[in-house]
């Protein structure tokens, strides 16, 4: 089975660009989550949707939106890019995020580099 | 703010010895713990998951839960090199919707 798989791997913005980030979660799953990880520090909790609906929102300033489809692939959007936004950021899959013993899985990541 | 604390490391071992990963948590509410290995420049990928006080095995390795003291470990029997990456302690946070993580601990073992 394939795992969740994220596009592009590496991308290079300048600042005040917009990008979009996609990811598509491991069959079956119906929840995805965005993470944003800094070099050194712990992914960190950006958003989480469910059948389309937006489940959990982490402390993101607005430039950060993000959607889920019926096929329950998600964009994480981010305008005005700024030079702190430089980041891996990672797409996790569950099930459905309602129940305690669910796990995330990790796709590999997009690397995002704002110069 | 949720928070999840771990030593940054690194953590040094030799070969064959047995590491310890020490994690501990703010939020007493917290049902779910997770251990994720990263290597450089790659995603989080999870070892394990325990959700009730005491030790959990699974292969060569055991987590271990004390809710009372907010605490969670990771224990590395018989490290190899191929086990040096950086250990990610996860809690689940409100309704299960999203992981806190801490800043992970570097493990390193020598050969």
């Known amino acids: 089975d394939a795992g969740v798989t994220q596009s592009p791997t590496h991308l290079i913005k300048t600042r005040g660009q917009q990008v979009t980030l996609r990811c598509s979660p491991i069959?079956?799953?119906?929840?995805v989550s965005w993470y944003q990880q800094v070099l050194g520090q712990g992914p960190q909790f950006i958003f989480q949707y469910y059948e389309k609906e937006e489940r959990g929102r982490g402390n993101f300033p607005d430039r950060f939106s993000a959607r889920q489809f019926p096929n329950y692939s998600s964009e994480l959007n981010v305008n005005a890019l700024l030079l702190g936004d430089s980041a891996l950021y990672l797409c996790a899959s569950t099930p459905s995020g309602l129940a305690a013993e669910e796990t995330q899985y990790f796709g590999p990541g997009t690397r995002l580099l704002v110069l | 703010q949720k928070e999840v604390e771990q030593n940054s490391g690194p953590l040094s071992v030799p070969e064959g010895a047995i590491a310890s990963l020490n994690c501990t948590y703010s939020d007493r509410g917290s049902q779910s713990f997770f251990w994720y290995r990263q290597y450089s420049g790659k995603s989080p990928e999870l070892i394990m998951f325990i959700y009730s006080n005491g030790d959990k095995e699974d292969g060569r390795f055991t987590a271990q839960l004390n809710k009372a003291s907010q605490y969670v470990s990771l224990l590395i029997r018989d490290s190899q090199p191929s086990d040096s990456a950086t250990y990610l302690c996860?809690?689940?946070?409100?309704?299960?919707?999203?992981?806190?993580f801490g800043s992970g601990t570097k493990l390193n073992v020598k050969p």
């Open positions: 069959s079956g799953h119906k929840s």
């Open positions: 996860a809690v689940n946070g409100d309704n299960f919707n999203k992981f806190y």
